[in-house]
Protein backbone atom coordinates (compact mmCIF):
# COMPACT_ATOMS: atom_id res chain seq x y z
CA UNK A 1 0.00 0.00 0.00
CA UNK A 2 1.23 3.90 -0.51
CA UNK A 3 2.18 5.27 2.23
CA UNK A 4 0.64 7.71 4.57
CA UNK A 5 0.66 11.66 4.61
CA UNK A 6 1.05 13.75 6.81
CA UNK A 7 -2.37 14.93 8.88
CA UNK A 8 -4.66 12.08 7.20
CA UNK A 9 -6.37 10.21 9.75
CA UNK A 10 -6.92 6.72 9.89
CA UNK A 11 -8.75 4.40 11.78
CA UNK A 12 -6.51 1.48 13.43
CA UNK A 13 -6.42 -0.98 16.53
CA UNK A 14 -3.47 -1.06 18.81
CA UNK A 15 -2.43 -4.76 18.71
CA UNK A 16 0.90 -3.97 20.78
CA UNK A 17 2.89 -1.46 22.68
CA UNK A 18 6.35 -0.41 21.94
CA UNK A 19 9.22 -0.14 24.41
CA UNK A 20 8.55 4.07 24.66
CA UNK A 21 4.91 3.31 25.14
CA UNK A 22 3.24 4.09 22.52
CA UNK A 23 1.10 1.87 20.96
CA UNK A 24 1.19 0.15 17.55
CA UNK A 25 -0.79 -0.57 15.07
CA UNK A 26 -1.25 -0.97 11.04
CA UNK A 27 -2.47 0.72 8.46
CA UNK A 28 -4.36 -1.52 6.10
CA UNK A 29 -2.86 -4.75 7.75
CA UNK A 30 0.40 -3.81 6.72
CA UNK A 31 2.18 -0.55 7.20
CA UNK A 32 3.27 0.28 10.93
CA UNK A 33 1.69 3.04 12.87
CA UNK A 34 2.78 4.47 16.37
CA UNK A 35 0.13 5.62 18.35
CA UNK A 36 1.06 7.35 21.80
CA UNK A 37 -1.39 7.26 24.94
CA UNK A 38 -3.30 3.89 23.43
CA UNK A 39 -3.55 0.06 24.46
CA UNK A 40 -3.47 -3.00 22.92
CA UNK A 41 -6.89 -3.41 22.08
CA UNK A 42 -8.18 -0.12 21.57
CA UNK A 43 -9.86 0.79 18.04
CA UNK A 44 -8.69 4.64 17.86
CA UNK A 45 -8.57 7.25 14.80
CA UNK A 46 -5.12 8.74 14.39
CA UNK A 47 -3.82 11.46 12.68
CA UNK A 48 -0.33 11.13 10.72
CA UNK A 49 2.61 13.31 11.72
CA UNK A 50 5.90 12.15 10.48
CA UNK A 51 6.07 9.12 8.16
CA UNK A 52 9.70 6.96 7.19
CA UNK A 53 9.98 4.00 5.03
CA UNK A 54 8.51 1.43 7.18
CA UNK A 55 6.29 3.43 9.94
CA UNK A 56 4.93 6.26 10.50
CA UNK A 57 4.22 8.38 14.05
CA UNK A 58 0.80 10.11 14.55
CA UNK A 59 -0.97 11.82 17.80
CA UNK A 60 -4.38 9.98 18.89
CA UNK A 61 -7.27 11.81 17.54
CA UNK A 62 -10.16 9.79 19.33
CA UNK A 63 -10.49 6.81 20.91
CA UNK A 64 -13.64 5.15 19.13
CA UNK A 65 -13.78 1.99 21.38
CA UNK A 66 -11.53 1.47 24.77
CA UNK A 67 -9.74 -1.55 25.21
CA UNK A 68 -10.54 -3.72 27.96
CA UNK A 69 -7.30 -3.50 29.54
CA UNK A 70 -7.90 0.71 29.57
CA UNK A 71 -7.54 1.56 33.14
CA UNK A 72 -7.85 5.01 34.45
CA UNK A 73 -5.09 6.01 35.51
CA UNK A 74 -4.30 6.85 39.70
CA UNK A 75 -1.69 10.22 39.18
CA UNK A 76 -3.06 13.37 37.91
CA UNK A 77 0.35 14.22 35.93
CA UNK A 78 0.16 10.78 33.88
CA UNK A 79 -0.08 12.31 30.61
CA UNK A 80 2.73 15.03 31.61
CA UNK A 81 5.33 13.27 33.95
CA UNK A 82 6.31 10.30 31.37
CA UNK A 83 7.49 8.35 34.46
CA UNK A 84 4.96 5.44 35.07
CA UNK A 85 3.93 5.16 31.37
CA UNK A 86 1.38 2.28 31.66
CA UNK A 87 -0.39 3.38 34.98
CA UNK A 88 -3.50 3.22 31.87
CA UNK A 89 -2.90 -0.80 31.04
CA UNK A 90 -4.32 -3.46 34.14
CA UNK A 91 -1.61 -4.85 35.59
CA UNK A 92 -2.39 -7.94 34.44
CA UNK A 93 -1.35 -6.86 31.11
CA UNK A 94 1.65 -5.52 32.15
CA UNK A 95 3.08 -8.47 33.49
CA UNK A 96 2.08 -9.87 29.68
CA UNK A 97 3.78 -6.84 28.04
CA UNK A 98 6.91 -6.99 30.23
CA UNK A 99 7.32 -10.75 29.61
CA UNK A 100 7.23 -9.55 25.80
CA UNK A 101 9.93 -7.58 26.13
CA UNK A 102 12.11 -10.41 27.77
CA UNK A 103 11.44 -12.35 24.62
CA UNK A 104 11.99 -10.10 21.69
CA UNK A 105 15.51 -8.88 23.61
CA UNK A 106 16.19 -13.00 23.68
CA UNK A 107 15.24 -13.24 20.00
CA UNK A 108 16.18 -10.32 18.47
CA UNK A 109 19.61 -9.29 19.97
CA UNK A 110 20.80 -12.50 21.32
CA UNK A 111 19.94 -14.58 18.72
CA UNK A 112 18.01 -17.04 20.74
CA UNK A 113 15.21 -19.38 19.62
CA UNK A 114 14.09 -22.14 22.36
CA UNK A 115 14.02 -19.99 25.29
CA UNK A 116 11.15 -20.31 27.81
CA UNK A 117 10.75 -17.28 28.69
CA UNK A 118 8.16 -18.07 32.29
CA UNK A 119 5.12 -15.19 33.64
CA UNK A 120 6.33 -12.57 35.37
CA UNK A 121 6.87 -12.43 39.00
CA UNK A 122 4.18 -9.53 40.14
CA UNK A 123 4.80 -7.14 42.77
CA UNK A 124 2.67 -7.21 45.71
CA UNK A 125 2.26 -3.47 45.51
CA UNK A 126 1.67 -1.67 42.27
CA UNK A 127 1.67 1.55 44.24
CA UNK A 128 3.32 2.86 47.07
CA UNK A 129 6.67 0.82 46.03
CA UNK A 130 9.86 2.36 46.10
CA UNK A 131 12.06 2.66 48.71
CA UNK A 132 13.79 5.96 47.29
CA UNK A 133 12.66 9.19 45.51
CA UNK A 134 14.60 11.98 43.77
CA UNK A 135 12.50 15.30 42.79
CA UNK A 136 14.73 17.95 41.47
CA UNK A 137 14.14 22.11 42.31
CA UNK A 138 14.04 24.41 38.90
CA UNK A 139 13.09 28.32 38.64
CA UNK A 140 12.09 27.38 35.18
CA UNK A 141 8.73 25.36 35.73
CA UNK A 142 6.38 22.96 32.90
CA UNK A 143 2.89 24.36 32.60
CA UNK A 144 0.37 21.52 32.47
CA UNK A 145 -2.92 22.13 30.33
CA UNK A 146 -4.38 22.81 33.81
CA UNK A 147 -1.63 25.42 34.58
CA UNK A 148 -2.29 27.05 31.49
CA UNK A 149 -5.79 27.75 32.60
CA UNK A 150 -5.20 28.93 35.34
CA UNK A 151 -4.43 32.79 35.68
CA UNK A 152 -1.97 32.31 39.13
CA UNK A 153 0.60 29.73 37.92
CA UNK A 154 3.72 30.35 39.36
CA UNK A 155 6.41 29.64 36.55
CA UNK A 156 9.42 30.26 38.67
CA UNK A 157 9.48 27.85 41.36
CA UNK A 158 9.12 23.95 40.94
CA UNK A 159 10.37 20.79 42.83
CA UNK A 160 9.30 17.27 40.51
CA UNK A 161 10.14 15.32 37.97
CA UNK A 162 12.37 16.29 34.69
CA UNK A 163 10.46 16.57 31.32
CA UNK A 164 12.03 14.28 28.88
CA UNK A 165 14.10 16.60 26.26
CA UNK A 166 13.89 19.32 28.36
CA UNK A 167 17.19 19.59 30.57
CA UNK A 168 15.65 22.65 32.75
CA UNK A 169 12.05 22.22 32.85
CA UNK A 170 10.40 20.47 36.10
CA UNK A 171 7.02 19.26 36.39
CA UNK A 172 5.71 20.71 39.33
CA UNK A 173 4.34 18.01 41.37
CA UNK A 174 2.16 17.48 44.62
CA UNK A 175 1.33 13.96 44.74
CA UNK A 176 3.12 10.61 43.78
CA UNK A 177 2.26 7.54 43.64
CA UNK A 178 5.28 6.01 43.54
CA UNK A 179 6.32 5.81 47.73
CA UNK A 180 4.09 7.37 49.80
CA UNK A 181 1.40 9.51 51.19
CA UNK A 182 4.26 10.54 54.00
CA UNK A 183 6.79 11.65 51.39
CA UNK A 184 4.31 13.59 49.58
CA UNK A 185 3.84 15.65 52.55
CA UNK A 186 7.67 15.97 52.87
CA UNK A 187 7.48 17.92 49.38
CA UNK A 188 4.98 20.00 49.48
CA UNK A 189 6.27 21.15 53.36
CA UNK A 190 9.62 21.46 51.09
CA UNK A 191 8.26 23.72 48.17
CA UNK A 192 5.75 25.97 50.79
CA UNK A 193 9.25 26.20 53.17
CA UNK A 194 11.72 27.64 50.32
CA UNK A 195 9.36 29.14 47.72
CA UNK A 196 7.72 31.55 50.70
CA UNK A 197 11.36 32.91 51.85
CA UNK A 198 12.22 33.26 47.69
CA UNK A 199 15.31 30.81 48.41
CA UNK A 200 17.67 30.75 45.39
CA UNK A 201 17.15 27.66 42.81
CA UNK A 202 20.50 26.45 41.33
CA UNK A 203 21.65 26.89 37.50
CA UNK A 204 24.29 25.02 36.20
CA UNK A 205 24.12 28.09 32.95
CA UNK A 206 25.54 30.43 35.58
CA UNK A 207 26.89 27.91 38.24
CA UNK A 208 25.06 29.56 41.28
CA UNK A 209 21.97 29.34 43.18
CA UNK A 210 20.88 26.88 46.29
CA UNK A 211 18.04 24.38 46.00
CA UNK A 212 19.23 21.02 43.64
CA UNK A 213 17.67 18.35 44.72
CA UNK A 214 15.43 16.31 47.50
CA UNK A 215 15.87 12.78 48.58
CA UNK A 216 13.91 10.84 50.11
CA UNK A 217 14.62 7.68 51.36
CA UNK A 218 11.74 5.56 53.49
CA UNK A 219 12.55 1.88 54.75
CA UNK A 220 9.41 -0.46 53.90
CA UNK A 221 10.22 -2.56 57.18
CA UNK A 222 11.23 -0.43 59.69
CA UNK A 223 10.04 2.93 60.34
CA UNK A 224 13.43 4.54 59.09
CA UNK A 225 12.83 7.82 56.96
CA UNK A 226 15.59 9.75 55.62
CA UNK A 227 15.57 13.52 53.84
CA UNK A 228 18.33 14.76 51.93
CA UNK A 229 18.36 18.58 50.65
CA UNK A 230 20.75 18.73 48.27
CA UNK A 231 22.62 22.53 47.51
CA UNK A 232 25.27 23.91 46.05
CA UNK A 233 26.42 25.49 49.41
CA UNK A 234 26.09 25.17 53.13
CA UNK A 235 23.57 27.53 54.77
CA UNK A 236 23.69 26.20 58.51
CA UNK A 237 20.64 28.47 59.96
CA UNK A 238 18.58 28.23 57.28
CA UNK A 239 19.22 24.47 57.05
CA UNK A 240 18.87 24.46 61.02
CA UNK A 241 15.44 26.05 60.41
CA UNK A 242 14.05 23.64 57.98
CA UNK A 243 15.13 20.53 59.92
CA UNK A 244 13.30 22.54 63.28
CA UNK A 245 9.92 22.83 60.83
CA UNK A 246 10.20 19.66 59.13
CA UNK A 247 10.16 17.75 62.20
CA UNK A 248 7.22 19.28 63.51
CA UNK A 249 5.29 18.88 60.51
CA UNK A 250 6.33 15.32 59.55
CA UNK A 251 7.24 13.93 62.88
CA UNK A 252 7.98 10.46 61.05
CA UNK A 253 11.38 11.80 59.70
CA UNK A 254 13.86 9.94 61.42
CA UNK A 255 17.04 11.67 59.96
CA UNK A 256 18.02 14.90 58.11
CA UNK A 257 20.65 15.14 55.80
CA UNK A 258 21.90 18.63 54.04
CA UNK A 259 24.57 17.41 51.44
CA UNK A 260 27.04 19.63 49.34
CA UNK A 261 27.09 19.69 45.63
CA UNK A 262 29.43 22.08 43.50
CA UNK A 263 29.24 19.97 40.70
CA UNK A 264 27.61 21.40 37.30
CA UNK A 265 26.49 18.01 36.31
CA UNK A 266 22.43 17.96 37.07
CA UNK A 267 22.68 14.56 39.48
CA UNK A 268 21.68 14.06 42.77
CA UNK A 269 25.11 13.25 43.80
CA UNK A 270 27.40 14.90 46.28
CA UNK A 271 30.74 15.61 47.61
CA UNK A 272 29.89 16.24 51.56
CA UNK A 273 27.37 14.98 53.25
CA UNK A 274 26.06 16.98 57.08
CA UNK A 275 23.74 14.92 59.20
CA UNK A 276 21.47 18.09 60.40
CA UNK A 277 19.67 15.30 62.62
CA UNK A 278 18.89 11.77 63.43
CA UNK A 279 21.59 9.18 62.77
CA UNK A 280 22.53 9.85 58.69
CA UNK A 281 21.72 6.90 57.72
CA UNK A 282 18.05 4.37 57.49
CA UNK A 283 18.27 0.57 57.94
CA UNK A 284 15.96 -1.80 55.87
CA UNK A 285 15.48 -5.77 56.14
CA UNK A 286 15.66 -8.00 53.16
CA UNK A 287 14.68 -11.79 54.61
CA UNK A 288 16.71 -12.12 57.94
CA UNK A 289 19.30 -9.52 56.79
CA UNK A 290 19.82 -5.94 58.15
CA UNK A 291 21.06 -3.21 55.78
CA UNK A 292 22.78 -0.04 56.58
CA UNK A 293 21.86 2.48 53.79
CA UNK A 294 23.71 6.01 53.91
CA UNK A 295 22.40 8.98 51.48
CA UNK A 296 24.79 8.12 48.32
CA UNK A 297 24.85 4.14 48.47
CA UNK A 298 22.54 1.95 45.81
CA UNK A 299 19.86 -0.44 46.99
CA UNK A 300 17.21 -1.91 45.47
CA UNK A 301 14.41 0.52 45.37
CA UNK A 302 11.32 -2.14 45.32
CA UNK A 303 12.28 -2.97 48.91
CA UNK A 304 9.12 -5.67 49.08
CA UNK A 305 9.75 -7.15 45.81
CA UNK A 306 13.68 -7.10 46.52
CA UNK A 307 13.01 -10.15 48.71
CA UNK A 308 11.36 -11.81 46.13
CA UNK A 309 14.06 -11.11 43.40
CA UNK A 310 16.91 -12.56 45.75
CA UNK A 311 14.65 -16.17 46.25
CA UNK A 312 14.96 -16.36 42.55
CA UNK A 313 18.70 -15.99 42.70
CA UNK A 314 18.39 -18.95 45.31
CA UNK A 315 16.14 -20.56 43.57
CA UNK A 316 17.73 -20.56 40.06
CA UNK A 317 21.44 -20.94 41.88
CA UNK A 318 20.74 -23.96 43.83
CA UNK A 319 23.61 -23.18 45.58
CA UNK A 320 25.60 -25.73 48.07
CA UNK A 321 27.53 -25.36 51.28
CA UNK A 322 30.37 -25.98 49.43
CA UNK A 323 30.56 -23.46 46.43
CA UNK A 324 32.66 -20.29 46.69
CA UNK A 325 30.85 -17.70 44.80
CA UNK A 326 31.93 -14.33 43.08
CA UNK A 327 29.51 -11.64 43.44
CA UNK A 328 30.35 -9.34 40.59
CA UNK A 329 28.91 -5.25 40.81
CA UNK A 330 27.89 -6.59 44.68
CA UNK A 331 27.23 -3.11 45.30
CA UNK A 332 26.53 -3.08 49.38
CA UNK A 333 26.64 -6.41 49.40
CA UNK A 334 22.94 -7.27 49.48
CA UNK A 335 22.93 -10.25 46.92
CA UNK A 336 26.20 -11.66 48.46
CA UNK A 337 24.92 -11.69 52.46
CA UNK A 338 21.09 -12.66 51.21
CA UNK A 339 22.64 -16.09 49.98
CA UNK A 340 25.76 -16.30 52.37
CA UNK A 341 24.57 -18.61 54.49
CA UNK A 342 23.97 -21.45 51.23
CA UNK A 343 27.60 -21.60 50.41
CA UNK A 344 30.95 -22.04 52.14
CA UNK A 345 32.04 -18.48 50.59
CA UNK A 346 31.19 -14.75 49.29
CA UNK A 347 33.73 -12.44 47.57
CA UNK A 348 31.74 -9.65 46.47
CA UNK A 349 33.53 -7.11 43.21
CA UNK A 350 32.47 -3.51 43.12
CA UNK A 351 33.60 0.04 41.87
CA UNK A 352 32.71 2.17 44.37
CA UNK A 353 34.62 2.40 47.59
CA UNK A 354 31.66 3.75 49.56
CA UNK A 355 29.82 0.93 48.78
CA UNK A 356 32.48 -1.69 49.53
CA UNK A 357 32.84 0.48 52.79
CA UNK A 358 28.78 -0.23 53.27
CA UNK A 359 29.04 -3.74 52.28
CA UNK A 360 31.47 -4.83 54.87
CA UNK A 361 29.88 -2.98 57.31
CA UNK A 362 26.24 -4.71 56.86
CA UNK A 363 28.05 -8.32 56.75
CA UNK A 364 29.68 -6.86 60.23
CA UNK A 365 25.85 -5.63 61.46
CA UNK A 366 24.54 -8.71 60.46
CA UNK A 367 27.57 -10.92 62.10
CA UNK A 368 28.37 -12.48 58.69
CA UNK A 369 32.19 -14.10 58.52
CA UNK A 370 32.51 -15.97 54.89
CA UNK A 371 31.82 -12.77 53.39
CA UNK A 372 34.51 -10.48 51.76
CA UNK A 373 34.43 -7.66 49.63
CA UNK A 374 36.88 -5.42 47.27
CA UNK A 375 36.52 -2.27 45.78
CA UNK A 376 37.92 -2.69 41.91
CA UNK A 377 36.87 -2.04 38.36
CA UNK A 378 35.32 -5.75 37.68
CA UNK A 379 36.63 -5.68 33.87
CA UNK A 380 40.34 -5.05 35.48
CA UNK A 381 39.50 -7.64 38.56
CA UNK A 382 38.57 -10.39 36.32
CA UNK A 383 41.86 -9.22 34.11
CA UNK A 384 43.60 -10.90 37.00
CA UNK A 385 41.51 -13.42 38.32
CA UNK A 386 42.11 -15.64 34.61
CA UNK A 387 45.53 -15.37 35.43
CA UNK A 388 45.14 -17.67 39.27
CA UNK A 389 48.68 -16.97 39.77
CA UNK A 390 48.51 -13.09 39.74
CA UNK A 391 48.60 -11.72 43.41
CA UNK A 392 46.46 -7.85 43.75
CA UNK A 393 46.80 -5.50 46.01
CA UNK A 394 44.55 -5.91 48.53
CA UNK A 395 45.68 -10.24 49.05
CA UNK A 396 45.41 -13.48 47.30
CA UNK A 397 42.51 -14.30 44.92
CA UNK A 398 40.79 -17.63 46.27
CA UNK A 399 41.92 -20.39 44.47
CA UNK A 400 38.73 -21.47 42.68
CA UNK A 401 34.88 -20.14 42.35
CA UNK A 402 32.70 -22.27 41.56
CA UNK A 403 29.88 -19.83 40.98
CA UNK A 404 29.77 -16.07 39.49
CA UNK A 405 26.40 -13.75 40.59
CA UNK A 406 26.73 -11.26 37.76
CA UNK A 407 24.44 -7.31 38.53
CA UNK A 408 25.73 -5.08 36.18
CA UNK A 409 24.12 -1.82 35.39
CA UNK A 410 22.02 -1.27 32.86
CA UNK A 411 24.85 -1.21 30.04
CA UNK A 412 25.84 -4.97 30.73
CA UNK A 413 29.08 -6.12 31.10
CA UNK A 414 32.04 -5.22 29.05
CA UNK A 415 33.01 -7.54 26.35
CA UNK A 416 36.36 -7.77 28.47
CA UNK A 417 34.85 -8.73 31.29
CA UNK A 418 32.61 -11.48 29.21
CA UNK A 419 36.39 -12.68 27.74
CA UNK A 420 37.67 -13.23 31.06
CA UNK A 421 34.82 -15.08 31.63
CA UNK A 422 34.83 -17.33 29.08
CA UNK A 423 38.71 -18.02 29.96
CA UNK A 424 37.97 -18.37 33.94
CA UNK A 425 34.77 -20.90 33.36
CA UNK A 426 33.00 -20.92 36.02
CA UNK A 427 30.57 -23.99 36.55
CA UNK A 428 27.38 -21.53 36.69
CA UNK A 429 26.81 -18.18 36.38
CA UNK A 430 23.74 -16.55 38.06
CA UNK A 431 22.93 -13.03 35.55
CA UNK A 432 20.87 -10.97 36.96
CA UNK A 433 19.86 -7.81 34.83
CA UNK A 434 17.29 -4.49 34.76
CA UNK A 435 17.80 -4.35 31.25
CA UNK A 436 17.08 -7.28 29.26
CA UNK A 437 18.60 -5.73 26.04
CA UNK A 438 22.10 -5.53 27.35
CA UNK A 439 21.64 -9.03 29.30
CA UNK A 440 20.41 -10.78 25.76
CA UNK A 441 23.73 -9.13 23.71
CA UNK A 442 25.72 -10.58 27.22
CA UNK A 443 24.31 -13.79 26.71
CA UNK A 444 25.47 -14.38 23.34
CA UNK A 445 28.83 -13.26 24.02
CA UNK A 446 28.77 -15.91 26.62
CA UNK A 447 27.01 -18.63 24.57
CA UNK A 448 29.97 -19.75 22.93
CA UNK A 449 30.52 -21.71 26.27
CA UNK A 450 27.79 -21.46 28.45
CA UNK A 451 23.93 -22.43 28.01
CA UNK A 452 20.92 -20.79 29.72
CA UNK A 453 19.31 -22.78 31.95
CA UNK A 454 16.40 -20.77 33.15
CA UNK A 455 14.97 -17.05 33.18
CA UNK A 456 12.85 -15.88 35.72
CA UNK A 457 11.50 -12.10 35.16
CA UNK A 458 10.33 -10.35 37.86
CA UNK A 459 8.34 -6.88 38.28
CA UNK A 460 10.47 -4.65 40.42
CA UNK A 461 8.89 -1.54 38.93
CA UNK A 462 4.75 -2.03 38.48
CA UNK A 463 3.32 0.92 35.38
CA UNK A 464 7.06 1.16 33.87
CA UNK A 465 8.81 -0.78 30.78
CA UNK A 466 11.41 -1.66 33.30
CA UNK A 467 11.92 -5.22 34.31
CA UNK A 468 14.31 -7.42 36.10
CA UNK A 469 15.23 -10.58 34.72
CA UNK A 470 17.13 -13.54 36.54
CA UNK A 471 18.81 -16.30 34.19
CA UNK A 472 21.10 -19.38 35.00
CA UNK A 473 23.79 -20.41 32.87
CA UNK A 474 25.94 -23.66 32.76
CA UNK A 475 29.08 -24.52 31.46
CA UNK A 476 28.66 -27.13 28.74
CA UNK A 477 29.64 -30.51 29.29
CA UNK A 478 32.61 -29.86 26.59
CA UNK A 479 34.08 -27.55 28.81
CA UNK A 480 33.70 -28.80 32.12
CA UNK A 481 37.21 -30.30 33.58
Known sequence: MDRPKRDEIYEVTID???????GIGRIGGEFVVFVPGTVPGDKVKAIIKKTKKNFAQSNLESIVSPSENRVEPECEYFSSCNGCKMQNINYSKQLEIKRKIVLDSFERIGGFSDIEIPGVLG??????????LEFSFSNDRWLTDKDMDSPIADK?????YHIPGFIDKILDIRKCYLQSDVSSRILNFTRVYFKERNTSIYSSKIHSGYLRFLVIRQSANTSDLMVNLITFSEEPELIREYSEGLKREVPEVSTII???????AQVANAETQNVVYGKGFIEEIIGKYKFKITPGSFFQTNSKQCEKLFEQIVKLGDFTNDEHLLDLYCGCGAISLYVSGLVKSVHGVELSRESIEMADTNASINGVTNCSFMAMDVKDYLAVLSSPETEIPEGKLINKFDTFILDPPRS?????AAEYILKY???KIIYVSCNPA????DLQLLS??????SVQPVDMFPHTFHIENVVRLDLKIDYLV
Open 16 to 22: DIGAEGS
Open 123 to 132: SENIYFYRNK
Open 156 to 160: TFALG
Open 258 to 264: NAISTSR
Open 412 to 416: GIHPK
Open 425 to 427: KPK
Open 438 to 441: TQAR
Open 448 to 453: GKYSIS
